[in-house]
């Protein structure tokens, strides 16, 4: 045993964690878990027989003197290098333990439960569309002054405030895409380096700063800057909640997890005209921005005072202690003895963190490395043909979704002569919203959530919409026209977890984030962007709002068409496989996001 390092034992999860190297004749201080002397026996662990050598004869012990001299130099060296191994050892397995059950108390379950977690995102996602809502209402946009006959009335919300014409007010609606769409790719992209939890708080103090901002904008530039940066806000909490939900739902909840979690847009949306129109007509436009300001104040707290989770494929909490390596003693001993050793981690993972002089030099090569790790995950995901089959269809889809918004009360009101069309169209999507997006993410756990499932369901779903919604702008009575143009925005919303659960579990877990900001940036770019003023193109061309509806509502065909395909198209559930860290089946199940009080809900392992 002389100079050999002995490896030791690995207690079980139940037990404080611990592992531990010994040498032979040197010692590991270590209050954690202190060793006993080089003379003294090592107890052998339960279940487990003691082995003894036979001592050698004495002849054979003694070398030459030369050879002794040599020997103990070799083992001398050993002995520093491990022993400074043994404690980094110690304290990384330790700090992990700690870190997975800090907050604990023992068996007590942590309070900031998967359940919890939930509720707190949708909130926020509540609260991102309500902004949305309140920015599109009537009642905080307003109208602009009008003179007649020499008098002047006053307008009254931001567009009469700074005398803003249509195209102008228009653009303050749709100001915020041009943050989130730019910062989503970068947020998701800085996830693999920064604790992607700790990115959503940023993102939310962003938020909160922003939507200030636009309560104490003065002209039209100033409030349009705020309402970028409030997407910019917005897009590090679009890329990364749903993972997080993904992670931390119950194996046979995770599609309806998902869908409690998009459920949050049509009735977010709803909220948001509601509260803006009230806080705009008794308060001022001001004060609905004021409030969306503060009501995100705790949670942007909590984003920052909660421990960090981490998300399957990441691990920013594994951090190492290299006090021991970098204790002079150790390198004395090093030095002295002329050997190198190199520790787990590496010197250079540790020259990264010390802080160096700032120089352009240094961050353009920073930059462009970054830019080529973005590339290369970029060509890893776009190599993906599920994802990509399953992204054409959401575009196709949003193509639609966005259309109908914007133009479908303008529709009923010119086909069916609706009084309130507004309104109908309003409550029929917030009601159809909530039960189609619930019952597609419970349909998907009932039958199975696999990959195969979700586009048989989204395919299914889409193309029975389409009858339906097609078939409803075919009536000439509005009592017709509800019911059937509502199962169809029933089936049609049923898509919104199953597409979301085949974004997430179509790609490697570390490019999920990833996923999700490509997805989005796609749906807006080529879906909802564009279709808006495509559809009001064609609407003067024919002059027939019947027919426009009805070319329309037919491109859900094509959304049915792609997801259709997706079925046949050879897939993998890559949630369960390794990320390119190698973080190995061990360290996740110490790496869990949150520490469950129901096994089930566990799904690192």
């Known amino acids: 045993m002389g100079g050999s390092p002995v490896a030791a034992q690995e207690a079980s999860d139940d037990d404080a964690a611990r592992v531990v190297v010994r040498v032979a004749g040197s010692h590991v201080d270590s209050a954690s878990n202190p060793l006993p002397p080089p003379g003294s026996a090592t107890p052998a662990a339960e279940g ?16 030459a003197p030369v050879e002794a001299k040599q020997e103990a130099a070799t083992a001398a060296a050993a002995a520093a290098g491990v022993q400074a191994m043994a404690v980094t050892v110690v304290r990384d397995v330790e700090a992990v333990r700690v870190a997975s059950t800090s907050d604990q108390g023992g068996d007590k379950p942590s309070w900031f439960t998967p359940k919890r977690l939930l509720v707190m995102f949708c909130i926020i996602n509540m609260l991102n569309y309500v902004d949305r809502g309140a920015i599109a209402s009537n009642g905080v946009n307003g109208s602009r002054t009008k003179c007649s006959g020499g008098t002047c009335s006053p307008g009254s919300g931001i567009q009469g405030d700074f005398d803003l014409n249509n195209a102008e007010d228009g653009v303050l609606s749709s100001a915020f895409m041009v943050g989130l769409l730019v910062a989503s790719l970068i947020f998701a992209s800085l996830a693999k380096r920064y604790n992607p939890f700790r990115l959503i708080g940023v993102g939310l103090l962003v938020w909160t700063i922003a939507t200030a901002g636009c309560g104490a904008s003065f002209d039209f530039w100033s409030i349009t800057m705020c309402r970028m940066l409030v997407g910019v806000g917005e897009a590090s909490f679009i890329s990364l909640a749903a993972p997080f939900i993904d992670d931390n739902a119950p194996v046979a909840q995770k599609t309806a997890w998902l869908a409690m979690f998009y459920m949050c847009i049509p009735t977010g949306i709803a909220l948001g005209y509601v509260y803006g129109g009230l806080a705009g007509k008794t308060l001022g436009w001001r004060a609905a921005f004021f409030g969306e300001s503060i009501l995100m104040v705790p949670f942007v707290i909590l ?99 966005g259309a109908y918004s914007y133009w479908g009360p303008k529709a009923g ?89 085949v974004c997430l579990h179509s790609v490697m877990p570390h490019l999920r984030p990833l996923a999700m900001a490509v997805s989005t940036v796609s749906i807006h770019i080529f879906g909802d962007v564009p279709s808006s003023p495509l559809v009001g193109l ?68």
């Open 303 to 401: 984003g920052f005072v909660i421990k960090p989770l981490e998300l399957k494929g990441f691990s920013h909490n594994g951090i190492k202690e290299y006090g021991q390596m970098l204790n002079p003693e150790v390198q004395d001993q090093i030095n002295n003895n002329g050997t190198k050793h190199v520790m787990p981690g590496g010197i250079d993972d540790l020259a990264g963190k010390v802080p160096q002089k700032f120089s352009f030099s240094r961050f353009g090569r920073s930059l462009m490395t970054e830019i080529g790790l973005f590339s290369k995950d970029m060509k890893e995901l776009l190599q993906e043909k599920v994802f990509v089959t399953v992204v054409l269809g959401y575009i196709s889809y949003n193509f639609v979704i």
């Open 413 to 501: 009101q010119q086909i069916y002569n609706m009084t309130s069309a507004d309104y109908m169209f309003g409550g029929i999507t917030i009601v159809c919203g909530i039960v189609g997006t619930l019952a597609g993410g419970i349909t998907l756990d009932k039958i199975g959530s696999t990959i195969p499932n979700a586009f048989k369901l989204l395919s299914g779903a889409t193309f029975l919409g389409a009858i339906f919604c097609f078939g409803a702008f075919c009536f000439k009575s509005l009592y017709g026209f509800i019911p059937c143009f509502s199962v169809g925005e029933i089936l049609v919303f049923a898509t919104q977890a199953p597409v979301n659960f």
């Open 538 to 605: 064609l609407q003067d061309k024919i002059n027939n709002w019947r027919s426009t509806a009805l070319i329309l509502t037919s491109i859900l065909f094509i959304a049915a068409v792609f997801w259709f395909i997706g079925i046949f198209v050879p897939s993998v559930d890559r949630f369960k496989e390794e990320s390119e860290h190698g973080v190995t089946a061990a360290e996740r199940s110490n790496l869990r996001p949150l520490l469950d009080d129901n096994d089930e809900a566990r799904t690192s392992d």
């Open 48 to 63: 487990e027989q003691e082995h003894t050598k036979p001592e050698a004869p004495a002849e054979a012990a003694a070398p």
